[in-house]
């Protein structure tokens, strides 16, 4: 079965920066590698947005609510996908979560991050 793991979350004050990554360990290069990948994210009491995606070219598209702050990358031969996190604020409080963008696969358990003030 599929798995997604994601990891990188934690506790930073409003401005810093946090790097979140996701891993496939399961899935061979050949599937991983043609995927949309996104980052989703899910605040607490709100349902779970998408807020970053790239493609198989690593054409790369965002929420306005993140736009000019988060970047998101890929690494195949590592079935790897990194958001980095800037600028961040309080309302970027949220669990957040990679999954496949146009076949969603199981989702995996998240990682935390909270944004002080």
Same mark, same amino acid.
């Given at each position: 079965?599929?798995? *997604?793991?994601?990891?990188?979350?934690? *506790?930073?004050?409003?401005?810093?920066? #946090?790097? #979140?990554?996701?891993?496939?360990? $399961? /899935?061979?290069?050949?599937?991983?590698?043609?995927?949309? /990948?996104?980052?989703?994210?899910?605040?607490?009491?709100?349902?779970?947005?998408?807020?970053?995606?790239?493609?198989?070219?690593?054409?790369?598209?965002?929420?306005?609510?993140?736009?000019?702050?988060?970047?998101?990358?890929?690494? %195949?031969?590592?079935?790897?996908?990194? #958001?980095? /996190?800037?600028? *961040?604020?309080?309302?970027?409080?949220?669990?957040?979560?990679? %999954?496949?963008?146009? %076949?969603? #696969? $199981?989702?995996?358990?998240?990682?935390?991050?909270?944004?002080?003030?």
């Amino acid at each position: 079965q599929v798995q *997604l793991v994601e990891s990188g979350g934690g *506790l930073v004050q409003s401005g810093e920066s #946090l790097a #979140l990554t996701c891993k496939a360990p $399961r /899935m061979i290069f050949s599937v991983f590698s043609p995927k949309t /990948m996104a980052w989703y994210r899910q605040a607490p009491g709100k349902e779970r947005e998408l807020i970053a995606s790239i493609t198989a070219d690593r054409t790369t598209d965002y929420a306005e609510s993140v736009k000019g702050r988060f970047t998101i990358s890929r690494d %195949n031969s590592n079935k790897k996908v990194y #958001l980095q /996190m800037s600028s *961040l604020k309080p309302e970027d409080t949220a669990t957040y979560y990679c %999954n496949d963008k146009n %076949n969603a #696969l $199981r989702w995996g358990q998240g990682t935390h991050v909270t944004v002080s003030s």
